[in-house]
């Protein structure tokens, strides 16, 4: 029997997304309506953040393929030295430390755990849910996406999914994660029978680096029975959705990440119903008006955005256009500068010219990991204070500040 390991797949004549993507899923499975619009409009371009996290993507594949081809060495980013940039998606990325480190989390786990998984790892392999729809009911488009890291084992029965998340701000829960159960879902299609038949669990696994104040990897456990049924109860009833006439377009936490929010009818009437509005200070009434805040702040968001694309590539937005931003001044040749106040100055006056200070805590405790001293953070970290700089308007009983919709549950809407 081949391993799991050697499966491929050619993806060569396939988009580079699918429009019922894994990584969309979260939204296209609460608003069935921006499947339609996203087939007529143009979509926002992709942030510096996403192009980050593309690089980042790109290390880990390229680390992980050489270590499985020679599992002596070990995995570590390799091709782009540190300050390099690199042009992706309209944006300059730099391979700074923190970038590399991210990685260095995600090489690690991955070594660490991969000898518990007898049939092998697959890395940025495609996978599809093409199979679980009828033949005579196809999907409006080919269901597919690129799992990061996919492990399979017999003797634990288990099939892991693991994604690498680059970003601070948003934070990733694996628990019921829309994206990381589609990829689990295409990779048990893909299995082959006696495959199939050797395993009964799954765990989906979020590698987050830069999440704040949270463990930097972590997994939820589940079982292949509960992968299918989620497939059954949700994903069929949600593609169907998408393809009704007159799909509905539902706003909610999930805009933020959906490439057509510039051009929803939906959050144009929601800032129109906003602009008309008389302002009620009733606790009920307010909550309302907050939800609307927050979707139209979400719409002006990707108007903005796209708008700056747009008038970037050269494109005309009349009684707009592109100014620079507030300039910060800067020392041209820090040496030159320092050259010059030497000629001038004592050594010991030279000292009111420099700002000397202790490292912040979280500076600290990245430089102590570098430098393997995790006793010495242990004992400092005991005179860390956390601090808030000042009060902000959050839900008061939504998830946490960043927490991302894969942990909040959504109904379908027209299944």
């Not at 029978?193 to 979020?206: F, G, Q």
């Amino acid at each position: 029997m081949a391993s799991f390991a050697a499966a491929a797949v050619d993806d060569s004549q396939l988009p580079a997304h699918s429009a019922l993507g894994a990584s969309g899923a979260a939204r296209w499975l609460a608003c069935p309506g921006s499947f339609a619009l996203s087939r007529t409009v143009p979509s926002r371009p992709a942030s510096i953040h996403a192009a980050t996290g593309t690089l980042a993507h790109t290390l880990i594949e390229q680390a992980l393929s050489a270590y499985l081809a020679s599992p002596g060495n070990a995995a570590t980013v390799i091709g782009v030295p540190l300050g390099d940039t690199v042009r992706i998606d309209g944006h300059d990325v730099v391979l700074d430390q923190e970038l590399m480190d991210g990685v260095q989390v995600m090489l690690d786990y991955i070594t660490r755990v991969l000898p518990d998984y007898d049939l092998g790892c697959r890395v940025e392999q495609t996978v599809f849910l093409d199979n679980y729809f009828p033949r005579n009911a196809p999907p409006p488009v080919r269901l597919f996406g690129r799992a990061d890291v996919q492990l399979l084992s017999r003797a634990r029965r288990m099939l892991e999914v693991v994604d690498y998340k680059n970003g601070a701000g948003v934070l990733v829960s694996p628990r019921g994660n829309s994206q990381l159960l589609y990829y689990a879902a295409g990779a048990l299609a893909m299995l082959s029978p006696e495959m199939l038949a050797a395993i009964d669990k799954v765990r989906l696994t979020v590698v987050q680096p830069n999440a704040r104040d949270q463990d930097k990897v972590r997994s939820w456990d589940t079982s292949v029975l509960d992968v299918l049924i989620w497939v059954d109860t949700v994903l069929l009833p949600g593609v169907r959705a998408v393809r009704a006439k007159n799909a509905p377009l539902n706003p909610g936490a999930w805009c933020r990440f959906c490439p057509v929010a510039h051009a929803c009818p939906r959050l144009v009437q929601d800032a129109q119903d906003a602009a008309r509005r008389d302002f009620a200070s009733e606790g009920d009434i307010l909550a309302e008006h907050l939800d609307l805040a927050e979707r139209v702040e979400r719409w002006v968001s990707a108007v903005r955005e796209f708008a700056t694309a747009h008038i970037g590539k050269g494109e005309t937005v009349p009684g707009w256009g592109l100014v620079p931003t507030r300039p910060v001044r800067a020392w041209a040749d820090p040496h030159v500068v320092e050259t010059a106040l030497r000629g001038v100055f004592d050594p010991a006056e030279l000292e009111a010219f420099y700002r000397h200070e202790l490292l912040s805590p979280a500076q600290m405790e990245k430089l102590l990991s570098k430098r393997k001293s995790d006793a010495v953070w242990r004992v400092l970290r005991s005179h860390v204070l956390s601090k808030s700089s000042g009060l902000k308007l959050a839900r008061g009983n939504g998830p946490p500040d960043g927490e991302t919709d894969d942990d909040t549950v959504f109904t379908l809407i027209n299944p």
